[in-house]
């Protein structure tokens, strides 16, 4: 089973940055393609991003486009998720997720990415984001 831990998380203020990272284990992440999810206080979990195994393929949801960028270090088995120009309506717990695509016929197997949650079967435990002044 994939392991997945998130760090990065913190209290910052309006406007500023922070990078998540989501570090796997147990396996190599180049087979696995990496969403990025949030859940806000009494709001339901949302998927904010997305990066396909080979790097290749990104999406992002509405909220985030143009202010946070997904990139990923095989090498490093690690996945980033840069957030710049926070908002207080970005507080939330951020987690990270994988799902295998190498099973897929190329090229999907390298471009595959989603924003449902049900698509991903290993979770990290979040990481809290917390923006204010």
């Known amino acids: 089973q994939l392991q997945l831990v998130e760090s990065g998380g913190d209290l910052v203020q309006p406007g500023g940055s922070l990078r998540l990272s989501c570090a796997a284990s147990?396996?190599?992440?180049?087979?696995?393609?990496i969403g990025w999810f949030r859940q806000a206080p009494g709001k339901e979990r949302e998927g904010v991003s997305c990066i396909s195994s080979n790097g290749g393929s990104t999406n992002y949801a509405d909220f985030v486009k143009g202010r946070f960028t997904v990139s990923r270090d095989n090498a490093k088995n690690t996945v980033y998720l840069q957030m710049n120009s926070l908002k207080p309506e970005d507080t939330a717990v951020y987690y990270c997720?994988?799902?295998?695509?190498?099973?897929?016929?190329?090229?999907?197997?390298?471009?595959?990415?989603?924003?449902?949650?049900?698509?991903?079967?290993?979770w990290g435990q979040g990481t809290q984001v917390t923006v204010s002044s």
């Open positions: 147990g396996f190599t992440l180049d087979y696995y393609a």
């Open positions: 997720a994988g799902t295998y695509t190498n099973s897929l016929p190329p090229p999907y197997s390298g471009t595959w990415c989603s924003s449902r949650q049900v698509d991903f079967g290993s």
